[in-house]
């Protein structure tokens, strides 16, 4: 059964930083280009940042970076100095690009995950 799971969301306070999990079965993780996506109530999907097909170095993005651990079959997105605005539930996708490189198109990833919740609060 092919299946992405989030995990690690939780409570933090402002400033603080989480690490999520994105976690593949029945595929191979480093096959595919791996997005991260978050969605606030009231609020459409938003795209955060991607890592490319294999490749060995982390993506970083501002406050946030992706790096992989194909021992695992997982991915990771290391959200640092987080605001309350960034209060979402947080999806990991993945696609099946010939070029292997990231995208930002919904449509073009294969699966995805069921979410992780992540609230900033004090």
């Known amino acids: 059964q092919v299946q992405l799971v989030e995990s690690g969301g939780g409570l933090v306070q402002p400033g603080g930083s989480l690490r999520l999990s994105c976690t593949a079965s029945?595929?191979?993780?480093?096959?595919?280009?791996i997005g991260w996506f978050r969605q606030a109530p009231g609020k459409e999907r938003e795209w955060i940042s991607c890592i490319n097909r294999s490749v060995g170095a982390d993506s970083v993005k501002g406050r946030f970076t992706i790096s992989r651990d194909n021992a695992k079959n997982t991915v990771f997105l290391q959200m640092n100095s987080l605001k309350p605005e960034d209060t979402a539930v947080y999806y990991c996708?993945?696609?099946?690009?010939?070029?292997?490189?990231?995208?930002?198109?919904?449509?073009?990833?294969?699966?995805w995950g069921q979410g992780t919740q992540v609230t900033v609060s004090s």
């Open positions: 996708a993945a696609a099946n690009i010939l070029s292997g490189l990231c995208t930002e198109v919904v449509w073009q990833y294969n699966y």
């Open positions: 029945g595929f191979t993780l480093d096959r595919y280009a």
